[in-house]
């Protein structure tokens, strides 16, 4: 028994390892591996570097999908084996039945076919079958020639409950409603074609025009299901939920003859037709009632579900992909930052940290409205600068952010002996970090406010390091983050640190707990022990000192090693990505060529020059030599660009202050499906649409633009009452801009920075549910522009 029960999860593992092979491009054998892996506790940053012989060189991407695709199918065959038990248990487990419910390869068409098994409350067809009805239903559908009323007549029966004919009828219907409403064959095609032809159809809740003025575009809105554009359908559930919309799904563009198309579907599954018999018109209507009562409710929840979650992927993967881009932004480095945390009323908080990030004096001035203290301001700032030798003034893009560049610029040049630099930088999420549990534990005995000066002083000389302490959500820079799935959303991004994390490799002497906890193996327990053996026994020598902070044992030594770093330790290979189980192949690399590892390292034509199958051995083969090799040429190498600050126009301080024509330099503070948002310093961010991009075709923006890139852009267009500003990067383009299409049109209204307070979806066009007149090209554009600064 229990070698069929091995033999049984055998067989599963494997087919499962071979549908996921399929779909992430490899062989079977390197599913299998990977899944054991992942099922011994290793991470995917942990098995896309150090275990390439074993997978057969899956990359990350593969991998994080199969990591998936894994739970996903794991929990189908689990769902599978209890339907199976359920349907056994009731003694209706047919060959043909069991067949099919191993051969449903989603969970969709596994609850379709276990649907007539499931248990459920008396039904009203229960109830008919009870009273001896269905000899009724099924003698009018085989033989139509027969009169209903006078068939039915036979079935009437007071102490059953049936008390004339009508009773009679109406419980042989539910009966045929209830088979046909559960029937899997009728049920899965009816979701195919109607996930194919369906149109989603959006009106106005009753007495809700007024109020839900925001949603007016949708107040009259139809739309092909399969075409509709994720963002806008996350719109229409949004309106939904706070009951502004009415949805519905249909058949086709004209609603009544689709609703006809698919009760006549159902029809011919029944084998019924219309030819004047007697029964033929109390069939077919029971085939209306069935689509109606039964399965038009049922698809539309359930191709809602579907296109939700596909809308809700398709949005995490977008916040996804910016949230790497910030975190991969280029470091400016071991310098001495001053940070600037603007603030009118509040003052501007200041705080100066050393080349290491340490926090070394702090200040809080009012050069700005009320108290206008310019000259004092600058004052305090100049005696900072030169006492701590400031190298770059980082100043946070919020209220009052140019008012205080300008103040950074004068401060510049009162102390020309230092060559100072000013940036602007994002400070999304740092009132987050300010207010945070690790910020507290970090700061003390430090203001609050004060706290988010730090943050944005860091953030400059490394942005990975810093933002790792900021829940990934509250950085602000997703399309709809607020209206998917919170548990995906926070699993996806966290994939996404980790992933980053990992690829530039952490500094185990300088990083904090919050870093060092997305280090791959190492729990938020290990890396706050990792932190306090480092205060009470000072800096690590080597990977092996590890070992004796408590809870690391091997395992998770074999985990983290490879991506912590060492410099200057008593092994030069610990300021690497080697891992420390592959020494023995540098020994055999150092042995052939006669030299010491400190000789070979950074040696290019030395190490170009090396074939790495000479070094290949039962465990590591060409591709980890190779790795090894590349690694020596440039150890520890860091996979961010070069540091690039964009430098904003004097004199362009405010969207007033714009004109079309003007060419300006900006920072991409998101991307969206639609195209980029562009920070040009006017505390209200541009849109570059998706077709001025670039002068060449663009299907993705991201295959041009990304979060954190320096670009140059022309202003096309400005529409100063709806704070709406259209830019391109086609430098010779002339007015107007080009119309964008209709899901560019309906993104919502807003302005300003990547807000992660809330979220709102405006609209523009009919307000009393009728067609709207195409907008302006101005319009039009600008629309698009909060899609991601209001929905993040």
């Known amino acids: 028994m229990q070698d069929n029960a091995s033999k049984s999860a055998r067989q599963v593992a494997d087919k499962i390892a071979r549908l996921i092979a399929e779909e992430i491009g490899a062989q079977p054998a390197q599913s299998l591996a990977a899944i054991a892996l992942l099922d011994e506790g290793a991470t995917v940053p942990f098995i896309a570097r150090y275990r390439k012989e074993v997978t057969g060189g899956l990359d990350d991407t593969q991998l994080r999908n199969l990591e998936v695709r894994l739970t996903y199918l794991r929990e ?76 039915a007549g036979g079935f009437v029966d007071a102490e059953k409950g049936v008390a004339d004919t009508k009773a009679a009828l109406d419980g042989a219907r539910a009966i045929l409603m209830e088979r046909w409403g559960e029937d899997a064959q009728l049920v899965g095609e009816l979701r195919s074609w109607l996930h194919e032809v369906g149109v989603i159809r959006a009106r106005v809740a009753d007495g809700k025009e007024n109020e839900g003025a925001k949603y007016r575009d949708y107040f009259d809105h139809a739309e092909a299901l399969a075409r509709i554009p994720s963002h806008r359908l996350l719109a229409l559930f949004r309106g939904r939920r706070e009951e502004f919309l009415f949805l519905d799904l249909d058949p086709g563009t004209d609603a009544e003859a689709g609703h006809l198309q698919a009760e006549g579907r159902v029809a011919v599954h029944a084998g019924i037709k219309a030819l004047g018999r007697p029964a033929d018109k109390w069939l077919l209507d029971s085939c209306r009632l069935t689509w109606k009562a039964k399965l038009h409710l049922h698809l539309l929840l359930d191709l809602f579900s579907q296109a939700r979650e596909r809308a809700e992927a398709e949005a995490i993967d977008v916040f996804g992909d910016n949230l790497k881009d910030l975190l991969l932004a280029a470091p400016a480095g071991p310098k001495a930052v001053l940070g600037l945390d603007p603030g009118l009323r509040t003052g501007v908080k200041v705080a100066v940290v050393d080349s290491t990030g340490k926090l070394v004096d702090t200040a809080t001035i009012y050069p700005h409205e009320p108290k206008r203290q310019w000259d004092q301001s600058l004052h305090v700032l100049r005696a900072l600068c030169i006492k701590h030798q400031v190298e770059l003034i980082a100043i946070g893009n919020g ?94 991004l966290d994939a996404r640190v980790e992933d980053c994390v990992n690829a530039v490799g952490v500094d185990v002497n300088t990083a904090s707990a919050a870093l060092l906890t997305r280090v791959s193996g190492l729990s938020s327990t290990v890396a706050e022990n990792i932190v306090v053996y480092r205060d009470h026994n000072g800096a690590f020598r080597s990977r092996k000192e590890l070992l004796k902070v408590p809870r690391l044992g091997d395992k998770t030594f074999e985990q983290c090693a490879g991506f912590l770093r060492i410099a200057d330790g008593d092994q030069p290979l610990d300021a690497s990505s080697v891992h420390p189980e592959a020494y023995p192949v540098v020994e055999r690399i150092l042995k052939q060529c006669g030299r010491q590892v400190k000789q070979v390292i950074g040696d290019a034509p030395l190490l170009r020059g090396l074939k790495p199958e000479q070094f290949t051995d039962e465990k590591f083969g060409v591709p980890t030599v190779r790795d090894i090799l590349k690694e020596l040429e440039k150890p520890g190498r860091d996979p961010r660009p070069e540091f690039k600050a964009a430098r904003f126009a004097d004199g362009v301080e405010d969207i007033k202050d714009l004109q079309v024509g003007m060419i300006l330099e900006g920072v991409v503070s998101n991307v969206a499906a639609f195209g980029a948002f562009v920070d040009i310093g006017v505390h209200q961010d541009g849109l570059i649409h998706i077709s001025a991009l670039s002068d060449k075709y663009v299907k993705d923006p991201r295959e041009v633009v990304k979060a954190g890139d320096v670009v140059k852009v022309r202003v096309i267009e400005v529409d100063i009452p709806r704070k709406r500003i259209a830019l391109t990067r086609r430098l010779d383009d002339s007015v107007p801009a080009p119309r964008p299409a209709r899901e560019e049109r309906d993104a919502p209204r807003g302005g300003g920075r990547a807000d992660n307070r809330g979220q709102r979806e405006p609209a523009r066009g009919s307000s009393g549910g009728g067609k709207t007149a195409p907008a302006p090209a101005n319009n039009a554009l600008a629309n698009a522009f909060a899609r991601a600064k209001r929905e993040s």
């Open 76 to 151: 189908l065959e689990d769902r599978r084996a209890a339907v199976l038990a359920s349907v056994a248990e009731q003694g209706k487990l047919s060959d043909e039945l069991r067949a099919d419910i191993e051969a449903a390869d989603s969970k969709a068409r596994l609850e379709d076919l276990y649907l007539p098994y499931k248990p459920k409350r008396r039904t009203r067809a229960q109830i008919a079958r009870e009273a001896g009805l269905e000899p009724l239903a099924d003698g009018l559908l085989a033989d139509p020639m027969l009169t209903p009323e006078e068939f």
């Open 399 to 492: 209220t009052a952010s140019r008012e205080t560049d300008k103040l950074a610029g004068d401060v510049i040049k009162l102390a020309p002996e230092i060559k100072m630099q000013k940036i602007v930088v994002s400070e999304a999420g740092a009132s987050v970090y300010s207010a945070s549990e690790f910020a507290a534990k970090e700061f003390p005995n430090l203001d609050v406010s004060i706290r988010g000066a730090v943050s944005i002083a860091r953030r400059l000389q490394d942005p990975l390091a810093e933002l790792v302490k900021i829940e990934p959500k509250a950085i602000g820079v997703g399309q709809y983050q607020h209206d998917v799935d919170q548990f995906r959303l926070m699993r996806a």
